[in-house]
């Protein structure tokens, strides 16, 4: 028997997508119906809901689903669910649909899955800000002049605010897993798979580390917490869309590969990936990687500093706050099962002699090896020397590797300006 | 409220202890009853009952009770309870006294405590012997051989089987705390005084290290594991008597408070002691720290390598799989709430650039800073360099000198036979 977490919802893991002769029959059926075109973000929830990645959702949520999400991160029907998960059309596409019917979705020429409409609500202006500041404001200093510098700054905010007139609710049958399971044959994961491969250990107690960067000493610190605490750690990176000047998903990978290669036992710990964009929205962003993550079997969500944040719009430590402040419906399906592991900030210290945290470590600044994202990129794609301590040797070359090659595109791109190619 | 885990088997803290009026009229009673002197051992058990620490006990145990324990470590009425709490006597003072009799209990000349007689049962060489096995034998290489090892290497046993003829169970009422209020006055604590200070501190989720030893780099590795992941650490320190040859409390607690003030961030850990004699059960006496701890108000017990073990006897992790097998009754109050959180064989590693464990370090032997506790001693003690990152300098300086001290000792007592002084 498994001893992981059950699926969130009470309804064991609810996958949409569809296989064999029902997937072949519904591909016919679906290139003869309206064909609406999808966000990249869009492309990412259907995946999730196709391989039950979004348990117990089955759909794009209604107008009281959406309105209930939004106000107190429950379902119409009492189920925590943290940030809404809708579809956005067009005027001119609302106004070509009604409710009952059956279209197709499709995201840059491949038909990703059907969908039958339950409900077409308008998005105003006024709704979509009205989302955004449940959604996406926090505490932190930029979220005190939200509307100043969200739609700038906040590409959370500005997809929203940038999305069409309409959403559209329904459920959906999902025909496509798009490029994910080619592209990242040894780290995309369905639920099934990850706990497949969980139960085969034996695990029971498992930690997540969420990763949208390259993974330097502070995230093996946070990872190999997880290993000596749980039965192991799934380092589970998101392989959907960042916001530009993020490191692509296949540079990561490589880096965690190496990592764990040379760092790691490998009996206690998986790489694995997920469909999903990024959103940005911090705290309950944290909440959504809980919330799918019990769906993969995972019971405890590492949540370091500024988890899914970006810029200065959340407080450093609000997405650990956030996890004790969320309703907890008394209906075990109904909760969310998937504790916070909180872990303050880290770093290296040289009075320690290893890894430490504000929470372990009484020395002062001058003691410790810190370092922005921002600074460490400045020195690596400068070829400049990284302080000691602060990454593992065989992940810096991957990324000096990668910046090089990032500075080489630039050097092109302004050589062909300057001698007028139009290539 | 707090949000410390409540005392184990259901009834709050149950303190002998008498206080005031009630004191000195019990005191003034005591001195006219009959004297039975006590073993060391008992007298760390007796202030247990008095400060609350052996909730929900109350007493020394009768024989349905020590069968009980011994047999299915639960209490006669369904609790659980991993080792025998017995008093002996000598067949001299078991025909002396009757059921239903108050007598005094003295150890070292002072009354400890008044006992109410029960229950006076024989235990027979076959009894000490059942005892023994169901208590110490364990699953290493000496407990293969355990009758022809044990009566001899190990304590437990040894105390054990020292013990007189009969036992004598029965209720009591505690009058002192004997020397350890004075001689560990900050260091010392009783239930109800850990707990004032972790709600104090808003402590909910809190983290034990047990310590007969003085704290290595690998005690603070899992002390500070501890606090990452909990709201706090207790550093538990046995401050009652050891086997020869152990380092005395007095030296320990020197160690702690110097490595907690250079080490440690004081908002979360703690120093205290309790009050009990070592044991050396093991497996069993690793259940009967997560008893005690839980009254204390403890949630986690710390389990490292060979846990309150002895010699071989014990597998190394002997004691963090035996709370898997454990009778766990169904009743909240007398299921064991205090959950072990194990860790792994951990070190320093040259490669990891940190400490780590076997589940964190995939290096080899040489990578790592691994010393026997007799070989530091051994190096200690010849005044000879301990390897870099093995322990804290200033731990290592109050070690030497301890060292140097027992050096110096011998010495004396050298020069004095040699001298043929009588001294």
């Not at 119409?76 to 005027?91: E, M």
């Not at 609302?94 to 609500?121: H, P, Q």
């Given at each position: 028997?498994?001893?992981?977490?059950?699926?969130?919802?009470?309804?064991?893991?609810?996958?949409?997508?569809?296989?064999?002769?029902?997937?072949?029959?519904?591909k016919?059926?679906?290139?003869?119906?309206?064909?609406i075109?999808?966000?990249?973000?869009?492309?990412?929830?259907?995946?999730?809901?196709?391989?039950?990645?979004?348990?117990?959702?089955?759909?794009?949520?209604?107008?009281?689903?959406?309105?209930?999400?939004?106000?107190?991160?429950?379902?119409?029907?009492?189920?925590?669910?943290?940030?809404p998960?809708?579809?956005?059309?067009?005027?001119?596409?609302?106004?070509?649909?009604?409710?009952?019917?059956?279209?197709?979705?499709?995201?840059?020429?491949?038909i990703?899955?059907?969908?039958?409409?339950?409900?077409?609500?308008?998005?105003?202006?006024?709704?979509?800000?009205?989302?955004c500041?449940l959604?996406?404001?926090?505490?932190?200093?930029?979220s005190?002049?939200?509307?100043?510098?969200?739609?700038?700054?906040?590409p959370?905010?500005?997809?929203?605010?940038?999305?069409?007139?309409?959403?559209?609710?329904?459920?959906?049958?999902?025909?496509?897993?798009?490029?994910?399971?080619?592209?990242?044959?040894?780290?995309?994961?369905?639920?099934?798979?990850?706990?497949?491969?969980?139960?085969?250990?034996?695990?029971?107690?498992?930690?997540?580390?969420?990763?949208?960067?390259?993974?330097?000493?502070?995230?093996?610190?946070l990872?190999?917490?997880?290993?000596?605490?749980?039965?192991?750690?799934?380092?589970?990176?998101?392989?959907?869309?960042l916001?530009?000047?993020?490191?692509?998903?296949?540079?990561?990978?490589?880096?965690i590969?190496?990592?764990?290669?040379?760092?790691?036992?490998?009996?206690?710990?998986?790489?694995?990936?997920?469909?999903?964009d990024?959103?940005?929205?911090?705290?309950?962003?944290?909440?959504?990687?809980?919330?799918?993550?019990?769906?993969?079997?995972?019971?405890?969500?590492?949540?370091?500093?500024?988890?899914?944040?970006?810029?200065?719009?959340?407080?450093?430590?609000?997405?650990?706050?956030?996890?004790?402040?969320?309703?907890?419906?008394?209906?075990?399906?109904?909760?969310?099962?998937?504790?916070?592991?909180?872990?303050?900030?880290?770093?290296?210290?040289?009075?320690c002699?290893?890894?430490?945290?504000?929470?372990?470590?009484?020395?002062?600044?001058?003691?410790?090896?810190?370092?922005?994202?921002?600074?460490?990129?400045?020195?690596?794609?400068?070829g400049?020397?990284?302080?000691?301590?602060?990454?593992?040797?065989e992940?810096?070359?991957?990324?000096?590797?990668?910046?090089?090659?990032?500075?080489?595109?630039?050097?092109?791109?302004?050589?062909?300006?300057?001698?007028?190619?139009?290539m």
């Amino acid at each position: 028997m498994s001893r992981l977490v059950p699926p969130h919802g009470g309804k064991g893991l609810v996958c949409c997508l569809l296989e064999g002769a029902e997937l072949e029959a519904e591909k016919k059926k679906a290139a003869g119906l309206k064909q609406i075109e999808i966000s990249s973000r869009a492309k990412g929830d259907l995946i999730m809901m196709g391989i039950g990645g979004f348990s117990p959702l089955n759909g794009f949520m209604d107008k009281a689903n959406w309105k209930s999400v939004c106000e107190k991160m429950l379902l119409a029907d009492g189920t925590f669910w943290p940030v809404p998960v809708t579809l956005d059309i067009s005027k001119e596409d609302a106004a070509a649909i009604k409710v009952g019917e059956e279209v197709a979705l499709v995201r840059k020429g491949e038909i990703m899955a059907t969908m039958k409409v339950s409900d077409i609500y308008e998005m105003t202006e006024a709704d979509k800000k009205w989302e955004c500041e449940l959604v996406f404001k926090g505490e932190g200093p930029d979220s005190q002049n939200f509307w100043e510098v969200a739609p700038k700054d906040h590409p959370g905010v500005k997809m929203v605010m940038a999305q069409k007139e309409f959403n559209v609710g329904g459920t959906v049958k999902v025909l496509s897993q798009g490029e994910f399971p080619t592209k990242f044959p040894n780290v995309y994961m369905t639920p099934a798979q990850l706990r497949a491969k969980m139960d085969e250990r034996g695990w029971g107690k498992v930690a997540a580390l969420q990763l949208r960067n390259p993974m330097h000493r502070s995230h093996e610190y946070l990872a190999k917490i997880g290993v000596e605490v749980c039965d192991g750690v799934v380092i589970h990176s998101l392989v959907g869309a960042l916001k530009p000047g993020d490191i692509p998903a296949e540079v990561r990978v490589e880096c965690i590969d190496t990592l764990v290669d040379k760092y790691f036992v490998k009996d206690f710990v998986i790489q694995a990936g997920y469909p999903l964009d990024m959103r940005y929205a911090g705290p309950r962003e944290a909440l959504l990687h809980a919330t799918f993550r019990q769906n993969y079997g995972i019971n405890n969500q590492l949540v370091g500093r500024d988890h899914a944040g970006v810029g200065d719009f959340y407080g450093m430590f609000e997405a650990q706050e956030i996890f004790k402040k969320i309703p907890q419906p008394a209906e075990d399906g109904k909760r969310l099962l998937c504790q916070p592991m909180n872990i303050d900030w880290t770093f290296y210290c040289k009075k320690c002699d290893g890894m430490a945290s504000m929470r372990t470590c009484p020395h002062s600044k001058e003691d410790r090896v810190i370092l922005s994202g921002t600074k460490l990129r400045k020195m690596l794609s400068e070829g400049a020397e990284v302080p000691d301590h602060f990454g593992r040797d065989e992940v810096l070359v991957i990324l000096r590797k990668y910046y090089e090659g990032l500075t080489e595109k630039v050097e092109v791109k302004m050589q062909r300006a300057a001698s007028g190619s139009a290539m």
